[in-house]
């Protein structure tokens, strides 16, 4: 049985510090290794769900993508692409 592999990126202060950046490129470069995901703009006291993925393509996503999720987004819809 395959375990899944669960993951959450939050990020704010527009994705560009140091830590959000590193974030990011480990994200991309193990998304094919991620069951779920769902990415938090936490640049705000509440926090906002902004894109939503599991193994069979982005579940939900806000009409506006803020550009750092623009790259996770092309992502998941290039491997989706390749799976079938």
Known sequence: MRQ????????????SGKSTIRSMNNLLSH???IDQL????NSTTDGEIILGADNS??????D?????????????QNRNRTKK
């Open 4 to 15: 899944v592999q669960p993951c959450l990126l939050f990020a704010g202060n527009n994705g």
């Open 31 to 33: 998304l094919d290794h």
């Open 38 to 41: 769902v990415v938090i703009d």
């Open 57 to 62: 393509g982005v579940k939900y996503y806000l």
């Open 64 to 76: 506006e993508l803020p550009e750092w999720t623009q790259k996770i987004d092309r992502q998941l």
